[in-house]
């Protein structure tokens, strides 16, 4: 393998586009931040030794599937020879559309050790959004169940093969060979493929593709390396102490490997940690909380919505769990000190993006008060938090939330215009999100910038406001949205879901509530609506855009 520092990086990554410069990255490798080590090699180290513990399990359709860590190699060895029987190659792309079961771990290393590229689809996205991530990423091949729940999978691929030129294969996790056409194959069929031995991958190449979630147009494509993703759990394996996890670790993998948590986390870190990574392939709370007991889990990785429901289950009197760490949506700033008691584990709130991962958390090696905060900045990193014209905010101050580090993503694939638009001088990148750093330089998140709600020309900070209403005895879940005012050009709305014979509470009453917990009064909001349920994403984020068609 060529040494990446003596090689230019724009060559490694085919011509893509990123500011990176070569001498960030040699100052990254020098550092030991980007360590030069693929992630198949992870798996290897962990195959070797402990090629006898459990290393993925399925739970899924009531039915139970155990791999080894030595089953486990070989499984993604025989991935990667079935791939290249197929004329995957270098930096060719391998979409998996799939549910959470253990092949999903076994073909995502297969695709590594070919040094292909990887990128997920969760399986319950449509067609339009399948589409656009298998133009954007020129998959060569899609794997997918035959169905999936209410979908059906092979003639959804049909749809899609028809419109996109550069998928050749589709293959089908599935017993099923019924009416397969020219192009589509049974995994099972391929238990034959020639053996093959792959020179390892190179570090600095792109790996993966993370695509965003797409609502506000085309989902981008964030260019990540074995360097940038090895460092991103490598950092908050030892930011946590591995420990804290379980000693090995069994992960609950709920989060839907298709989306950046359930890869990198669920997948990636349990190998990282040669731990035991249980597939859930549907999350639905009572059964979540029994195969938490069952398997004897120690951690958990998911967005609020997941530990909330936890708590409601009453998983309480015999909780395994050692540590849940909660990001990808607002942590309302109550919930981990209720969630620790019930729970009797530790609480992490952290923040990340599928740009950079998790690069903030909270660690039980700093006082309790981190926890009501999205934590501190993991080694290696850095944060600033600025105004509108890009100077830096004193601690305490709200401003827009710039990231730098080892674990940003190189730019966004085959669009260096978004890239462009994304990365500033320094190569500070534009998060999104609106935040504050307290004094011990830990980060608060106070919600993205574009769900700030501008009331007669003043902010209104949408996380503050939740985290309040989140404190009502009344209320499981809560979001705060703008809708349109006249003459205030936005007023805030707050939609509840209230405890099942409880009464919904009144503008006027929760305004009073909120008052006495002392959110500012100008804060209140001042339509209070009441659903079921709220519009969540599979990997459990508030449908914010949806709750603004139904109010705004």
Same mark, same amino acid.
């Given at each position: ?381 850095? @944060?600033? %938090? *600025?105004? #509108?014209?890009? /100077? &830096? ?5 709200? !401003?827009?939330? =710039? ?91 707050? @939609?509840? %879901? *209230?405890? #099942?014979?409880? /009464? &919904? ?5 929760? !305004?009073?509530? =909120? ?38």
């Amino acid at each position: 393998m060529t040494d990446p520092a003596n090689r230019s990086l724009s060559a490694i990554l085919g011509g893509q586009y990123t500011p990176v410069g070569e001498e960030t990255a040699a100052a990254w490798r020098a550092t030991g931040w980007w360590a030069g080590r693929s992630l198949r090699s992870l798996l290897t180290e962990a195959a070797t030794a402990h090629p006898d513990r459990t290393a993925l399990i399925g739970r899924g359709g009531g039915e139970r599937i155990s791999r080894t860590y030595r089953e486990f190699y070989r499984a993604a060895h025989h991935a990667a020879n079935v791939l290249a029987a197929l004329g995957v190659g270098i930096g060719d792309a391998v979409v998996l559309m799939l549910p959470n079961r253990v092949e999903y771990a076994e073909l995502v290393f297969g695709i590594n050790e070919l040094g292909a590229i990887y990128a997920g689809i969760p399986v319950s996205y449509g067609e339009q959004q399948a589409a656009a991530i298998l133009r954007r990423s020129k998959a060569k091949v899609l794997v997918i169940p035959r169905r999936w729940r209410a979908t059906e999978h092979l003639e959804l691929s049909r749809t899609l093969r028809a419109r996109i030129p550069t998928l050749e294969h589709v293959l089908i996790l599935d017993e099923d060979e019924t009416g397969l056409r020219e192009g589509e194959s049974l995994w099972c069929a391929h238990a034959g493929a020639p053996d093959h031995g792959f020179p390892e991958p190179d570090p600095a190449r792109i790996c993966y593709l993370g695509f965003t979630s797409g609502t506000t147009g085309e989902p981008k494509g964030a260019m990540h390396s074995h360097d940038t993703l090895g460092y991103a759990i490598r950092g908050l394996a030892e930011h946590l102490g591995p420990a804290t996890l379980g000693d090995p670790m069994v992960q609950l993998v709920a989060s839907p490997a298709g989306h950046h948590t359930g890869f990198a986390f669920g997948i990636l870190l349990t190998v990282l940690l040669a731990g035991t990574a249980v597939h859930l392939d549907r999350w639905e709370p009572e059964t979540g909380t029994r195969i938490i007991r069952d398997e004897r889990c120690t951690a958990f990785f998911g967005a609020p919505a997941f530990l909330q429901d936890l708590i409601r289950t009453g998983l309480s009197p015999d909780c395994p769990l050692r540590c849940l760490v909660i990001a990808g949506a607002p942590v309302p700033r109550t919930l981990p000190a209720k969630a620790q008691e019930a729970l009797g584990a530790y609480i992490c709130p952290a923040w990340g993006l599928t740009e950079c991962s998790i690069m903030s958390s909270a660690t039980p090696h700093e006082p309790e008060a981190i926890q009501r905060t999205d934590g501190a900045i993991l080694p290696g990193s850095r @944060v600033r %938090v *600025v105004d #509108a014209v890009g /100077a &830096d905010l004193p601690a305490g101050h709200t !401003g827009d939330l =710039l990231m730098r580090g080892p674990g940003v993503a190189y730019g966004y694939y085959d669009r260096p215009d978004a890239t462009g638009e994304c990365y500033l001088p320094g190569l500070w990148f534009r998060t999104g999100d609106r935040a504050s750093l307290g004094e011990h330089g830990w980060l608060t998140l106070r919600g993205r910038t574009k769900d700030i709600i501008i009331r007669g020309g003043e902010n209104i900070p949408v996380t503050e406001v939740e985290s309040a209403i989140f404190e009502h005895p009344d209320v499981l879940n809560a979001a705060v949205v703008g809708i349109p005012d006249e003459r205030l050009g936005e007023r805030a709305c707050a @939609v509840l %879901v *209230v405890k #099942a014979g409880h /009464a &919904d509470p009144t503008v006027e009453a929760l !305004g009073r509530f =909120l008052l006495s917990r002392g959110l500012s009064k100008h804060y209140l909001p001042e339509r209070v609506v009441s659903l079921r349920e709220l519009p969540m994403t599979a990997s459990g984020k508030v449908q914010k855009f949806k709750l603004r068609e139904m109010f705004g």
